[in-house]
């Protein structure tokens, strides 16, 4: 499975694309910041160019799609250009940058930026959403009204998850992270990820996501254990590559608790496995079933 597809709604509104040169959908809507791979056009004179047009005092979400160049260029210059234009930005609560389907850029290609500084700039935003996690740094921040943090990439390192794990987000509700293959950046454990929910508070998470992972079932025993756990809205461990260890380990939980939705789409659980955890109380998602042949021959959904 790669990336095909762009996101057609954020925040609830339709997603627009704005090029350079374009001009407003006249609806009220979302719009994706688009580059061609070559265009002639910077990050900056494409962001005053759509500044010049939809006025930065009525944006409250933003999606940042293809730049130029993105497997050898980052988007600081948006980044940038978004901070010069804090003060008349002051409705912006959404954020995502790398909205791109793999034939603009694979995602472990993509080239990202460190996003302590857009961060302290917009005290007000609400939703931050990556894609990619080449060059991606989260110096420690502080951040008081951040609710949702979503990293989606083929390989999360541990560098990483060690800065978000030591930044300091109160309101945070909701925590999505890809953490991919070790082909292609991840490098971490069990360990790591314990460490950060502790660190996060998970009580307070009505979201988890801990997707993509080749450490799936190692992360079902783990979570399946924590009495936190029924805390949680939902628990999303989709697109990795949990197997019966994981199944067995999350359906004798004692600690499901009041747990609403189990996401384990994209899976490598047996038929007899899958019935079972039918019958939990809580909606249970297996779509996608992959042929287990070994753990050694399990893939995660996105990795490349």
Not at 59 to 67: H, K, P, R, S
Request: net charge negative.
């Amino acid at each position: 499975m790669t990336i095909s597809d762009l996101t057609e709604f954020y925040r609830g509104k339709r997603v627009v694309e704005f090029k350079m040169g374009g001009e407003p959908a006249g609806i009220d809507a979302v719009y994706r910041l688009t580059q061609d791979y070559d265009s002639e056009e910077s990050q900056e004179d494409l962001l005053a160019d759509f500044f010049s047009k939809v006025a930065p005092e009525s944006i409250e979400a933003l999606v940042i799609g293809a730049w130029s160049e993105a497997a050898e260029n980052g988007p600081s210059g948006y980044l940038e250009g978004l901070i010069a234009n804090k003060d008349r930005l002051g409705k912006l609560r959404a954020l995502f940058v790398g909205d791109m389907t793999f034939e603009e850029c694979e995602i472990s290609w993509i080239i990202q930026s460190d996003y302590k500084p857009l961060l302290d700039a917009f005290p007000q935003l609400e939703s931050l959403r990556v894609r990619g996690s080449t060059s991606l740094t989260f110096t420690p921040f502080e951040h008081p009204n951040l609710q949702e943090l979503a990293i989606e990439c083929g390989g999360l390192p541990s560098a990483v998850a060690n800065d978000v794990a030591d930044s300091v987000m109160p309101a945070l509700r909701s925590l999505e992270l890809w953490l991919g293959d070790d082909a292609y950046g991840f490098d971490g454990d069990v360990d790591t990820w314990r460490a950060l929910i502790a660190k996060i508070g998970p009580q307070r998470l009505r979201y988890l996501g801990l997707r993509d992972s080749i450490i799936s079932d190692q992360l079902a025993r783990w979570l399946a254990g924590e009495a936190w756990l029924g805390s949680l809205h939902t628990l999303d461990l989709s697109l990795g590559t949990i197997g019966d260890v994981g199944a067995q380990a999350l359906f004798e939980s004692p600690h499901l608790g009041n747990l609403e939705r189990l996401d384990l789409s994209h899976h490598y659980i047996s038929e007899a496995w899958q019935q079972k955890l039918r019958t939990l109380p809580c909606t249970v998602v297996l779509d996608d079933p992959e042929k287990d042949n070994g753990e050694d021959e399990r893939y995660v959904a996105v990795a490349e």
